[in-house]
């Protein structure tokens, strides 16, 4: 009888364990979230802020990405 009552106190702190995980768990989920979206607000207000050099940035390497885009067709077509 003396082990059954040392299983049950054993039992309880765990159950309190798992609270106590469950809970701490909850908040470091949250904290990503929050992590996440400021990340995404940053990104978003990086483009408000640079939108002149970006489009500097996209024609300057929209003739390399055409190209790159005529070298796969190239490839696709040779290994036919």
Request: with cysteine; aromatic share 12%; net charge neutral.
């Amino acid at each position: 009888m003396a082990k059954k009552k040392a299983k049950k106190k054993e039992k309880e702190p765990e159950i309190e364990e798992d609270q106590d995980e469950e809970s701490s768990g909850f908040f470091k989920k949250a904290l990503k979230v929050i992590i996440g979206l400021a990340l995404i607000a940053a990104g978003v207000g990086s483009y408000w802020y640079w939108w002149p050099e970006l489009l500097l940035v996209v024609k300057g390497c929209l003739g390399a990405f055409v190209a790159l885009i005529g070298l796969i067709v190239v490839m696709i077509a040779w290994s036919d």
